[in-house]
């Protein structure tokens, strides 16, 4: 599993973990970290595509696990 994390990120964001065309994970508004070395984040299994939103985007589109996903 590949994680990221927010270094030098000015804004919180949604992450949503994407596999297979459905959502398979989201982490919800990822706070913005001054560590110099910020925590990564992992998806709760393997995925192909990983998409970033301004935080709460995910909640206020009605993104849940589940949901397809069509790129």
Same mark, same amino acid.
């Given at each position: 599993?590949? *994680?990221? /994390?927010?270094?030098?990120?000015?804004?919180?964001?949604?992450?949503? /973990?994407?596999?297979?065309?459905? %959502? %398979?994970?989201?982490? *919800?508004?990822?706070?913005?970290?001054?560590? =110099?070395?910020?925590?990564? #984040? #992992?998806?709760? +299994?393997?995925?192909? @595509?990983? =998409? +970033?939103?301004?935080?709460?985007?995910?909640?206020?589109? *009605?993104?849940?696990? *589940? @949901?397809?996903? %069509?790129?």
């Amino acid at each position: 599993k590949h *994680g990221i /994390w927010m270094k030098n990120m000015r804004f919180p964001i949604d992450i949503v /973990w994407i596999n297979d065309g459905q %959502v %398979v994970g989201i982490h *919800g508004a990822v706070p913005v970290s001054a560590d =110099l070395l910020p925590p990564s #984040y #992992y998806p709760p +299994e393997p995925i192909e @595509t990983v =998409l +970033e939103l301004p935080a709460g985007d995910a909640a206020r589109r *009605g993104i849940i696990v *589940g @949901t397809d996903v %069509v790129l």
